[in-house]
């Protein structure tokens, strides 16, 4: 036994992990609850201990991240993959608000903005999470509103807030004294030393408890006059956005300098729509449309099947140097190609065809990094000439990334570890975080969110208790930058945001998302490679050291292009990374950077048909936590 255990051992350690993982993997049989907050998990294992689906869970476990604040609330966007077992289906849910009236690029230009601000009321686009929350729990849950919202709303009442989102409001508290609403929530110890609640403090929200009072108390009149339990759910979302809760929530943004109007948020509504997805090794992988990142996942792992990941073995230069080549090319077209489908026609067909992703697998240089990887022209692979070359063009002014030659490497003109150094502030906006949700039942339903917005420091509007969202920063005021995602009332920016979910044999095999803007389908890529390729369980797979590529164009903070800008070469690796690795990467071209924790935050949820039962994981890196039964 010994001499099989120990050579089993060391190939596992040279492939870059081990079978013992930091936090234990979760096992059930009847359901799987999995979430950035231990709070919010338990606020989704009541709502499954009192017979409630996945999506029910779901819904409360969003519900209570949102009052927890740390990293959204509830003027924040929901983006979702739901599998309905009655159906066999994956559906996605876009509930991500839209920019409200006036805001154009001339109105940020004017005011000298080179995109739209990180915080305060300019930066909100519409609310979209009530939204969300009511229709997916209306179509798919089986509960009422006021049973999914209890747990929140007894945390509005008073909860004992955490030491990260306690220090996040003291770190803040000189953009939340410029907003008079946020002033009065967050800084419960106005003209002390300390202006924000302690760790542990019970920290009450009044105004945001008396809305979510109001969306029950709305339902609850519905079904008192007779309506159905969908029908009574939508009458708490109209008086969310046509209500009187909505005339709060524009009075308040409005008074501090924001745009929405009442017309704005009538006219807003979620959408369910048809996934992307691709086939990759029998497996089908879905994500959101191209109003989100999502696709890049689908287009990396159409480039990689081009290559023998497996003989390369798991972290070797090799396997990072593709990895981070494929990188480049998918966040190139990215940057440049994604935006609203439902303002224009991206190309997404020819992106995510098999033939555009062998020609850029073609592009790849096998030994060094390419620094001026930029977007491809994926039009002829639907058939059509491409009519954005011109733009394609002018984008090239926006890039000075040659190399040069320096002790036999090859390093960028501009050293990006000695630039990330000096500013801390570009890894905060590369890695800033939301959360995520994965539930799964035994019925068969999954459900997997990536929501967020209306983080601290967070601009609350009026005396509704709900943050705006800040994701108008998503947006470009640019064409050549990125045509399809130029600001204009009534669009979705591209975001960040990307849920997953995965399909073997027809029946769900995976659910998996990451918190970490730029950074989250680049963790969700190689956890996914991590078991498909490489036979990691679950927790293994969350755990697992990743690469971070800052090659790309920043979707979020910095006001000036020269915070938003690549990094090309820089790479940020496990802080175990071998000595030889290391070398190797840096003959490259690469400017390496190091973390003890590289792992996402992941959550996950795995389906194990062989056994009946399902799995959950949670990495390594957060408070991210998991309950199951």
């Known amino acids: 036994m010994q001499r099989i255990f120990l050579p089993l051992f060391l190939l596992l350690a040279a492939a870059g992990f081990a079978q013992q993982t930091q936090k234990p993997p979760l096992h059930g049989k009847h359901w799987m609850a999995v979430t950035g907050k231990p709070l919010a998990a338990t606020a989704g294992a009541m709502i499954f201990q009192k017979g409630g689906n996945a999506v029910d869970a779901a819904c409360a476990m969003l519900a209570a991240t949102c009052t927890m604040w740390d990293v959204l609330s509830w003027g924040g966007e929901t983006q979702a993959l739901i ?31 080179s995109f739209p601000p990180e915080y305060g009321p300019l930066a909100a686009v519409t609310p979209g999470t009530p939204g969300g929350i009511c229709y997916m729990l209306s179509q798919y849950g089986t509960m009422s509103l006021k049973e999914v919202l209890a747990p929140a709303m007894e945390m509005a009442a008073g909860y004992p807030i955490e030491a990260q989102t306690a220090n996040s409001i003291e770190r803040g508290k000189g953009y939340i004294k410029e907003w008079p609403y946020s002033k009065n929530v967050f800084l419960t110890h106005p003209g002390e030393k300390r202006e924000a609640p302690e760790a542990g403090e019970i920290f009450v929200q009044k105004d945001l408890l008396a809305t979510l009072t109001k969306m029950v108390e709305a339902e609850q009149e519905a079904l008192k006059n007779k309506k159905s339990r969908k029908e009574a759910i939508m009458a708490a979302y109209n008086r969310f956005y046509k209500g009187d809760i909505a005339k709060e929530f524009v009075r308040g943004c409005q008074e501090q300098g924001g745009l929405i109007t009442m017309e704005d948020l009538a006219k807003w509504k979620p959408i369910e729509e048809e996934p992307l997805h691709v086939n990759y090794k029998g497996i089908e992988v879905y994500k959101l449309q191209e109003w989100t990142q999502g696709p890049m996942l689908l287009q990396g792992l159409n480039i990689l099947e081009n290559f023998d990941l ?46 555009y992703a062998k020609q850029r697998a073609g592009q790849i240089n096998r030994t060094q990094n390419d620094a001026n990887a930029g977007p491809g022209d994926p039009y002829p692979f639907e058939g059509k000439k491409n009519p954005l070359l011109k733009l394609l063009e002018e984008r090239k002014q926006f890039a000075d990334t040659t190399l040069e030659r ?16 000096a500013d801390s502030a570009y890894m905060d906006r590369l890695w800033r975080g939301t959360t995520s949700v994965e539930a799964a039942d035994k019925e068969g339903w999954v459900v997997s969110i990536t929501p967020s917005g209306g983080w601290l420091p967070a601009c609350i509007a009026g005396r509704t208790g709900v943050g705006m969202s800040q994701r108008a920063q998503s947006f470009v005021l640019d064409s050549a930058l990125s045509p399809f995602n130029v600001i204009a009332p009534g669009k ?85 990374t071998s000595d030889s690795t290391r070398n190797a990467l840096k003959k490259m071209g690469y400017s390496l950077t190091f973390t003890p924790r590289s792992s996402g935050p992941i959550n996950a949820i795995f389906l194990d048909r062989l056994h009946g039962s399902i799995w959950g994981g949670s990495s390594n890196h957060g408070e991210d936590y998991g309950i199951g039964w």
Do not use: C
Not at 406 to 421: G, S, T
Not at 521 to 531: T, V
């Open 310 to 355: 497996k003989k390369m073995g798991f972290n070797s230069p090799e396997y990072i140097h593709i990895l981070y080549q494929v990188l480049n090319l998918t966040f190139a077209d990215r940057d440049f190609y994604y935006g609203d489908p439902y303002f224009s026609h991206p190309p997404i067909k020819g992106l995510l065809s098999k033939e």
């Open 406 to 421: 320096k002790n036999d490497l090859f390093v960028p003109k501009h050293d990006a570890v000695a630039y990330m150094k």
């Open 83 to 113: 599998y309905n077992p009655k159906t066999g289906k994956v559906i996605a849910i876009n509930a991500l608000g839209v920019a409200p009236t006036g805001a154009t690029p001339a109105f940020y230009k004017e005011k000298g903005y």
């Open 492 to 576: 979705r920016p591209r975001v960040t945001l990307t849920p997953s979910m995965a399909l073997k044999d027809g029946k769900p095999y995976l659910s998996f998302a990451v918190q970490g803007g730029d950074t989250q389908d680049q963790n969700l890529l190689q956890f996914f490679l991590n078991m498909v390729e490489f036979g990691m369980t679950v927790q293994q797979a969350t755990e697992a050291a990743n690469i971070n590529s800052n090659q790309l164009w920043l979707s979020l903070g910095g006001t000036t292009l020269k915070e938003r800008m690549p990094k090309p070469g820089s790479i940020l690796l496990n802080s175990n």
